[in-house]
């Protein structure tokens, strides 16, 4: 969608984290080069491409005329990772010498495309201003990530974000309730546990599978026997999970939209506390300020 009121002209469906909320979305590829996940629907309707670098510099330049003093750029879309290092670069240099108020520029990024550069390309992109990285983990468990066709494993995910934390960039993950359903969530609790345990992520959250074509489109694309997993089942899952976690100073959200039961801190400060309130609403689900989702089906 193009507004003439504003000089971006970007290809919808656009997704940023909750936390980019007031950053400049500066859109450099269009969809994800893998876009196979079984859970993922946001790039469904995109065939991935990259935009032209005289466009992307143009849209920086007119957004500058509009906004001088823009802070912080996230970039779009799924993966700009795997863009070359030396194309990231002038991107990078592009935004710092137009916005020279910019304090952090981000992206989504997959653990493949971070293993494909070298610890020495990773350095420069950090030191030309890409701060954080986005992954969504979704688990940390191999058969899980199978079956949801992730493309990914336990070992290539740690692989990638330890390279890309030992270069300076800052981590935010994601892990997915339910994503294994319950014949796996266990497992999916405990080894995702583990690999935010491997790899001290500066930042994690647990968002809920959600099924926006309904839960059968959803079995249909599950590489395995999905079993829909009820409300009591999810919180035994958390529990599970932060249980197992052993973090050292990770700000921890479940405060997306997907989720009921509403948990802020920092792991593993606030690891009792997080398990004292999952067992509370274990026990007393009406009275766990439990969202009215959660709470019709009590």
């Given at each position: 969608m193009f507004n003439k009121l504003f000089p971006?002209?970007?290809?919808?469906?656009?997704?940023?984290?909750?936390?980019?909320?007031?950053?400049?979305?500066?859109?450099?590829?269009?969809?994800?080069?893998?876009?196979?996940?079984?859970?993922?629907?946001?790039?469904?309707?995109?065939?991935?491409?990259?935009?032209k670098e005289e466009d992307i510099f143009k849209e920086i330049e007119e957004v500058s005329e509009l906004i001088p003093g823009i802070r912080k750029i996230f970039l779009a879309d799924g993966n700009p990772m795997v863009l070359s290092t030396e194309k990231l670069k002038r991107i990078l240099d592009k935004i710092s010498k137009t916005f020279p108020k910019v304090r952090r520029v981000t992206t989504y990024a997959l653990p493949r495309d971070i293993i494909s550069k070298t610890p020495e390309e990773l350095k420069l992109l950090q030191e030309s201003g890409l701060k954080m990285i986005y992954v969504g983990i979704e688990s940390g468990d191999d058969e899980v990530l199978k079956y949801i066709n992730k493309g990914e494993t336990y070992n290539s995910t740690v692989e990638g974000l330890l390279k890309a934390k030992e270069a300076g960039i800052k981590l935010s993950v994601i892990i997915l309730e339910g994503v294994g359903g319950l014949k796996y969530s266990?497992?999916?609790?405990?080894?995702?546990?583990?690999?935010?345990?491997?790899?001290?992520?500066?930042?994690?959250?647990?968002?809920?599978?959600?099924?926006?074509?309904?839960?059968?489109?959803?079995?249909?694309?599950?590489?395995?026997?999905?079993?829909?997993?009820?409300?009591?089942?999810?919180?035994?899952?958390?529990?599970?999970?932060?249980?197992?976690?052993?973090?050292?100073?990770?700000?921890?959200r479940s405060n997306h939209a997907s989720n009921y039961l509403v948990l802020n801190g920092i792991l593993n400060r606030d690891k009792e506390l997080f398990l004292n309130k999952i067992d509370f609403a274990i026990k007393n689900p009406k009275l766990a300020g439990l969202r009215a989702e959660w709470q019709r089906g009590l």
């Open positions: 971006i002209e970007y290809s919808e469906p656009l997704f940023r984290p909750p936390s980019e909320a007031d950053s400049l979305i500066l859109q450099i590829t269009n969809g994800c080069t893998w876009n196979k996940c079984s859970f993922c629907e946001m790039y469904s309707t995109k065939k991935f491409s990259v935009k266990e497992q999916h609790a405990i080894n995702s546990a583990k690999i935010l345990n491997a790899i001290q992520p500066e930042f994690a959250s647990v968002l809920v599978l959600s099924f926006p074509y309904g839960i059968e489109h959803y079995k249909l694309k599950f590489i395995g026997e999905y079993i829909s997993m009820a409300i009591p089942d999810l919180l035994k899952e958390m529990e599970v999970f932060i249980n197992n976690i052993q973090l050292e100073n990770t700000i921890f």
